[in-house]
């Protein structure tokens, strides 16, 4: 069964029309803190509505591995395809359609960073990047490089501690993960948005010891030292669609 005829579980039917990327998500971390909803309402767009939780408003920190990227049609180019990424997020809601917002994309990859940053009008930065796995604990180091950008660095280890859940519809766990777009904005402060579509998280529950972390120093953040919830995926596969404007 093709990966878009597996859509039972998402909250919105697929978006029309052929989707234009492919990537695998792998060795990823969820990372997840709350926050006062006027703080995070301070640093993201007017013409983005924050989406909270119970009154909280979350910020996440996503370390992965990108894999097999690749346009449709295309095949993978290793000094392309595979690579270190690194995200920091918050939660809104435009239309109906509850989404991501991200404030930084470290990514060590050069290349893929001066495209993205082109094409998806996403705020990527190059880093020196390095993530490996060893048995059961997937290791994290990122160092922003980027020429002009502020500096932000990154280092921890993760392992899970569970069996693979769903989350259940209305839990905390399924607001944070199950989303199927992305927000920005065009240099006019029109909102774009960003499909993507992928199978249901396989989520374990995982520990996290955080050695270094300022990547929200930048947004004038200070977070404690462990998130308030930790989960790792071992893989996923995801299709992209273009942005839109909303």
Known sequence: MKLTEMTAHRPYP????????????????????????????????????LDTFEGEAWLGIVPFKMEYVSL???????????????NVRTYVKVGGKPGVYFFSLDAGNPIAVSLARRWFRLPYYHA??????????????????????????????????????????????????????LYTTDPHGAVLRGEIHHQQWPLQTGEVDIEANTLVEPLGLTLSKQPRWCHVVHTIKMVAWNLRRV
């Open 14 to 49: 697929l978006v029309t029309g052929p989707w234009i990327m492919r990537q695998t998500w792998s060795d990823l971390a969820f990372l997840h803190w709350s926050l006062p909803v006027e703080q995070m309402r301070a640093l993201v767009p007017a013409s983005l509505p």
């Open 72 to 86: 449709r049609g295309c095949p993978n180019v290793p000094k392309l395809s595979f690579f270190p990424e690194l």
């Open 128 to 181: 020196d990047m390095a993530t490996h796995r060893d048995g059961n604990t997937v290791y994290y180091d990122s160092r922003r490089t980027h020429r002009g950008a502020p500096p932000a660095a990154f280092k921890a280890h993760c392992h899970a501690t569970s069996g693979v859940e769903i989350a259940a519809p209305g839990s905390l766990e399924h607001w944070l993960t199950e989303r199927y777009c």
